[in-house]
């Protein structure tokens, strides 16, 4: 009796049902969108005016470049990404995976800039402006060649990534998307030309903080760090100029108030301006010191007078503890408000470690997204370049462990899982992970240096039939500037009143292409 096939419960309650209707239609259609403002490619997400296009990345600029607790955390970020090694994964253990593995893994160590830069680089705009958009530039693996987009280490003839080239997003013009919402490119506009360029989604990649209503600028790990930040940045001010004038003193000046009057002469309209840049320009440095008139009235008294008004006492509001208080508020948004622990009486190694812990767990997340844009984009679409390399499915990249492991504890988990009688050994793989993670050398099996020896250097590789564009043959033609209105943008070029309309993209988008 022939067996059955199980059948899955869906299957068995349309069974129950009766046959499905032939004329049973499925919609693939979308019919919302997710509700994104975007306004002919100008996305106006934040709901604050001084936020929205270049103000907003003119300000997270300087609150990355110009404040020294976002610049600790945002190195401290970094820091700890540059150490982390990466590796390529393969599929499965089967022979030509392990090889396209390995090929993967050349492909990462023969770019122009190591990749250890290329993921500094994403860090650098990601996190303060919520993404990093990268154009990727292929080569043919040549050998040493003098040009550039065909000089490799290798030469296998493949083609292979050359670099990944960031779009900084003061030079991203606006976005290109279809009728969906999908996102189909950027045109940029950069110095030193200021042209209008194309780029598609197929010729780069996009790391984004969130995907929150697929808006392809995401959002900036500042963003809640913007208010006690500028906060913060106003009472510094504030405490400068008093602790300035605190040491100076106030400047006054005592004039006739004949001067001061509507019907004043305009000589006296003069003496009080010269005044009045005196009072504003004391200062208590090396070239301080007043030249003042001395003139008497009828009387004999001195009509101008100088003073300086001092004002002893301690202040109602301590500065110093609302400014730390607003410190420990821009750190607390990205779990950072450890590095301030030790600063002051509080905190102890318990709480410093348990933060860090957070910390570290959030910085994971963000090399996860460079993994996955990695491997869900780029590393398809060059296994798709070179359609010689045989695999059941795409290797994948991935980072290592951010922190050290504890040995004592990893030593008794593994000690309790042998005393259960876990059959643990003989694990190559295993004994190399504890090797790593004890920052010692993994033991050498001798099989495989005796496999590497008989190792012969392939000869029947064959290059891909696929036309490679070289940089002397531009893949599109730049698109002069031409604005849409005569309302002048920071870093823009004047507008050109002969030209009115906006650049229509070089060449066709194909539908269903968009991210």
């Not at 994104?36 to 100008?42: A, D, P, Q, T």
């Not at 700890?80 to 593995?101: K, Y």
């Not at 290109?176 to 194309?198: K, N, S």
């Not at 959030?362 to 695999?391: Q, T």
Request: proline share 9%; aromatic share 8%; charged share 25%.
């Amino acid at each position: 009796m022939p067996k059955k096939e199980p059948k899955s419960a869906a299957v068995a309650k349309q069974d129950q049902a009766g046959p499905v209707s032939p004329k049973q239609i499925v919609d693939f259609r979308q019919l919302g969108v997710s509700g994104l403002r975007r306004y002919s490619g100008f996305v106006l997400e934040d709901f604050l005016p001084q936020l929205q296009l270049w103000r907003g990345i003119d300000i997270y600029r300087e609150m990355s470049m110009n404040d020294p607790d976002v610049g600790a955390t945002l190195f401290a970020i970094r820091m700890m990404c540059r150490r982390v090694p990466w590796r390529v994964q393969p599929s499965t253990m089967l022979p030509f995976d392990q090889e396209a593995a390995k090929w993967l893994e050349t492909c990462l160590n023969d770019m122009s800039r190591p990749w250890a830069d290329t993921c500094d680089e994403i860090m650098l705009n990601m996190l303060p402006y919520g993404y990093a958009a990268q154009e990727i530039v292929y080569k043919r693996r040549c050998g040493n060649n003098e040009n550039p987009s065909m000089n490799s280490s290798y030469s296998d003839g493949r083609i292979g990534w050359r670099k990944f080239e960031i779009r900084h997003p003061d030079t991203v013009w606006k976005w290109e998307f279809d009728e969906e919402g999908g996102i189909l490119g950027l045109w940029q506009m950069a110095p030193p030309r200021f042209q209008h360029v194309f780029i598609p989604m197929q010729k780069m990649v996009l790391y984004r903080t969130t995907g929150n209503k697929n808006n392809p600028e995401g959002l900036s790990i500042l963003r809640n760090a913007y208010r006690p930040w500028y906060m913060k940045k106003q009472l510094e001010n504030i405490e400068a100029v008093g602790a300035e004038r605190d040491l100076a003193g106030l400047p006054i000046a005592y004039v006739p108030a004949e001067m001061l009057s509507d019907t004043a002469s305009a000589q006296e309209q003069q003496q009080i301006a010269a005044i009045k840049k005196i009072l504003t320009n004391v200062r208590r440095d090396e070239q301080e010191g007043v030249v003042w008139p001395r003139a008497y009235d009828a009387n004999g008294k001195d009509m101008f007078e100088f003073k300086l008004l001092s004002a002893p006492g301690q202040r109602q509001f301590d500065c110093d503890k609302i400014i730390q208080r607003y410190r420990q508020s821009i750190m607390q948004t990205v779990f950072a408000d450890f590095i301030l622990l030790g600063h002051n009486s509080s905190g102890n190694r318990s709480i410093v470690e348990k933060r860090a812990d957070m910390f570290c767990v959030a910085v994971g997340s963000f090399m996860d997204i460079i993994c996955d844009v990695m491997n869900k984009y780029a590393v398809p679409r060059l296994f798709s370049m070179n359609p010689d390399i045989e695999i059941s499915d795409y290797p994948k990249i991935k980072h290592g462990d951010l922190q050290a492991a504890d040995l004592d504890m990893l030593s008794n988990y593994f000690l309790r899982l042998s005393q259960t009688g876990m059959p643990l050994w003989p694990n190559p793989e295993l004994q190399k992970h504890l090797m790593e993670a004890a920052h010692a050398p993994a033991p050498i099996d001798p099989m495989k240096i005796a496999d590497e020896l008989e190792i012969q250097p392939r000869k029947d590789i064959k290059p891909a039939d696929i036309k490679v564009i070289l940089p002397e043959e531009p893949a599109q033609s730049a698109t002069p500037y031409m604005p849409v209105s005569d309302t002048p943008v920071p870093g823009v070029p004047p507008a050109n009143p002969g030209q009115r309309s906006m650049p229509v993209a070089p060449y066709p988008i194909p539908p269903g292409t968009g991210l």
